[in-house]
């Protein structure tokens, strides 16, 4: 099975603040990567799909890039409404698996 | 617009069965695969089960295999999670997601407001 680890566990930013979130496979899995966003209490929510593409109504300040083994996601200037845990989730080989999370918080 | 909703979640004892529903709407569900995919409390995401559109295909997670069941009725739009042999990790929020793309480029684009299950004596 293909183990995802994210990097790092929780991160204090402010308003405005430019942040990168890491996701690493265990193994390469191309561009077979995706990126959910989830607020407490709430379902999760689609951001970026192969690893780059914009989700529909998302956004542009969310970007995502990487192929292979390692990827991340970019927020360029946080918004008050993008505190939240974020999710990498490979789709690349069954059972599809997701990384642990990393909780954003304000700084 | 695009709907899930699940429903059947409660408390349960130890090895107690509970089956899970998730009615869709909004959207041809015949064309969709479906998921289920879990949250226990505090920590993260972790899929359980999915079925393609014609029930063809169907995978488990190692955790769950042997004692879940997944299964859908598309005249109904509704995909189901038959849970038996429950454990108190199986204790969790359940989440059913539909599944766009096809072969290995699958996203989980919606995703329904979720069910808790709690298993404790």
């Known amino acids: 099975d293909i183990q995802m680890t994210q990097s790092p566990s929780s991160l204090s930013a402010s308003i405005g603040d430019r942040v990168t979130i890491t996701c690493r496979a265990s193994q390469s899995i191309s561009n077979y990567l995706n990126w959910y966003q989830q607020k407490p209490g709430k379902a999760p929510r689609l951001l970026i799909y192969?690893?780059?593409s914009l989700q529909s109504g998302v956004p542009s300040r969310f970007s995502g890039s990487g192929s292979g083994t390692d990827f991340t996601l970019t927020i360029s200037s946080l918004q008050p409404e993008d505190f939240a845990t974020y999710y990498c989730?490979?789709?690349?080989?069954?059972?599809?698996?997701f990384g642990q999370g990393t909780e954003l918080e304000i700084k | 617009e695009v709907q899930l909703v699940e429903s059947g979640g409660g408390l349960v004892k130890p090895g107690g069965s509970l089956r899970l529903s998730c009615a869709a709407s909004?959207?041809?569900?015949?064309?969709?695969?479906m998921n289920w995919v879990r949250q226990a409390p505090g920590k993260g995401l972790e899929w359980v089960s999915s079925i393609s559109s014609s029930s063809s295909y169907i995978y488990y997670a190692d955790s769950v295999k042997g004692r879940f069941t997944i299964s859908r009725d598309n005249a109904k739009n509704s995909v189901y999670l038959q849970m038996s042999s429950l454990r108190a990790e199986d204790t969790a929020v359940y989440y059913c997601?539909?599944?766009?793309?096809?072969?290995?480029?699958?996203?989980?684009?919606?995703w329904g407001q979720g069910t808790l299950v709690s298993v404790s004596s």
């Open positions: 192969a690893a780059s």
């Open positions: 909004g959207f041809t569900f015949s064309s969709y695969g």
């Open positions: 989730q490979q789709s690349y080989s069954t059972p599809c698996s």
């Open positions: 997601a539909r599944e766009y793309g096809s072969g290995t480029y699958y996203k989980f684009d919606y």
